[in-house]
């Protein structure tokens, strides 16, 4: 059975940084590409940043400068550092693990609020 887990959401000050981890169970981790996504109230799900299997990077322009994808193979996790918070970044954080079209599997999602 395929779990992802997210953690590290939180209520933060504007300016304030977050720590997001999502770990994964049930599939061989390493071949799997990660991704963070997210999804403010009343709003489509939008990709925000994502870690291939070989370790290639890309973010949205919308957080780039501001948040760093990791991922740890040994721990089966991936991270989302987040500075630099604005009210904008106000959402609903998903973890995403794919390899193919079939295999293609969210978390449950874990709530980020940037408010003062």
């Known amino acids: 059975q395929v779990q992802l887990v997210e953690s590290g959401g939180a209520l933060v000050q504007p300016g304030g940084s977050l720590r997001l981890s999502c770990a994964a169970s049930?599939?061989?981790?390493?071949?799997?590409?990660m991704g963070w996504y997210r999804q403010a109230p009343g709003k489509e799900r939008e990709w925000v940043a994502g870690i291939t299997s070989d370790a290639t990077i890309n973010y949205a322009d919308s957080v780039k400068g501001r948040f760093t994808i990791s991922r740890d193979n040994a721990k089966k996790t991936v991270y989302l550092q987040m500075n630099s918070l604005k009210s904008e970044d106000t959402a609903v954080y998903y973890c995403?693990?794919?390899?193919?079209?079939?295999?293609?599997?969210w978390g449950q999602g874990t709530q980020v609020t940037v408010s003062s």
């Open positions: 995403n693990a794919r390899l193919s079209r079939r295999q293609n599997f």
């Open positions: 049930g599939i061989i981790f390493s071949m799997y590409d």
